[in-house]
Nanobody, 117 residues
């Protein structure tokens, strides 16, 4: 059974940096794609970043240049480094795993990030 557990969320101030982690069990993180998504209150879940098995990365325009997705195959963990946080980054952040970018089969429960101005 594949499980994804996010951690690292918190209450931050604008301009701060934060790193989210997503520990994967039951699957090898390097053998597929990992994605990060977020959902703000009253809004639909939106794509944030993804990394393919080959290390190719994609980012939403709203986070490009500020966020970085990465993975550590030895730790079976994916990360989302978030710099220069903005209040509009406030959301629950979810990681997802699947065979390729855009095709996700398993999701975590989410971790909350709140950014105050």
């Amino acid at each position: 059974q594949v499980q994804l557990v996010e951690s690292g969320g918190g209450l931050m101030q604008a301009g701060d940096s934060l790193r989210l982690s997503c520990v994967v069990s039951g699957h090898t993180v390097g053998s597929g794609a990992m994605g990060w998504f977020r959902q703000a209150p009253g809004k639909e879940r939106e794509f944030v970043a993804a990394i393919s098995w080959a290390g190719i990365t994609n980012y939403a325009d709203s986070v490009k240049g500020r966020f970085t997705i990465s993975r550590d195959n030895a730790k079976n963990t994916a990360y989302l480094q978030m710099n220069k946080l903005k209040p509009e980054d406030t959301a629950a952040y979810y990681c997802a795993q699947g065979p390729r970018i855009g095709s996700y089969e398993f999701w975590g429960q989410g971790t909350q990030v709140t950014v105050s101005s």
